[in-house]
């Protein structure tokens, strides 16, 4: 069974611009969720989707959004670019989400200059 | 509100030592808990998670891991650690709202000859 594929691995964006990233859960499973990773922040949560409806959010601003699709693969955008969205961006799917394991992508490094 | 705490930053042990990573966590009821590890640029790894029942767990790569409700702890270890486990582990907690993972900030096991 294929793992998480999260697409691209690796972008460099300028300030300003909005950018897309892309996931692919393993096939079965309907929870999508976020998480963007900083070496002073750690792991944060962004947010949550379950069968095309977002369950849960973290503390990030509007300019963090996402949507899900009806199989299941899940996109989330950035728009008006900041230095500080420089991160890893990690994307875990689930089965249903509470009370299962969620499986982890490779990650979109996103290098914002 | 939920937290998690990996009190070391930074562990170092020898190759075929023993190893214990520690993980503490705040939260209202019985959480379900992980144990992740991540290669440097890499994703997350499950290593191990706890639901509910036998409070000792184990999971993949030798490694093991105790729930203790009485001191509020989740602790890794593994009887005998390979220069191939040096990474970085995080432990997390599953929200009950959604889903959203609480993550640690993580420990960093370097192993040495």
């Known amino acids: 069974k294929a793992g998480v594929t999260q697409t691209p691995r690796y972008l460099i964006k300028t300030r300003g611009q909005q950018v897309t990233l892309s996931c692919s859960p393993i096939s079965g499973h309907r929870s999508v969720s976020w998480y963007q990773q900083t070496p002073g922040q750690g792991l944060q949560f962004l947010f949550e989707?379950?069968?095309?409806?977002?369950?849960n959010k973290g503390n990030f601003p509007g300019r963090f959004s996402g949507r899900q699709f009806s199989n299941s693969r899940s996109e989330m955008n950035v728009s008006t670019l900041e230095l500080g969205d420089s991160a890893l961006y990690l994307c875990a799917s689930s089965i249903q989400g509470e009370g299962t394991e969620a499986f982890f992508g490779q990650g979109t490094r996103l290098t914002v200059v | 509100a939920q937290s998690v705490t990996q009190p070391d930053i930074h562990i170092t042990v020898s190759e075929g030592a023993s190893l214990e990573l520690r993980c503490n966590y705040s939260y209202g009821a019985t959480p379900y808990l992980f144990w992740y590890v991540q290669s440097p640029g890499q994703g997350l790894q499950l290593l191990l998670k706890y639901f509910s029942g036998d409070t000792l767990v184990q999971g993949i790569k030798g490694f093991e891991a105790e729930f203790k409700r009485s001191q509020s702890s989740f602790n890794l270890r593994k009887p005998s650690v390979h220069w191939s486990d040096a990474a970085e582990y995080f432990c997390?907690?599953?929200?009950?709202?959604?889903?959203?993972?609480?993550f640690g900030k993580g420990t960093s096991l370097l192993v040495t000859p």
């Open positions: 989707y379950f069968s095309e409806t977002q369950r």
């Open positions: 997390a907690v599953g929200a009950t709202s959604g889903y959203a993972l609480n």
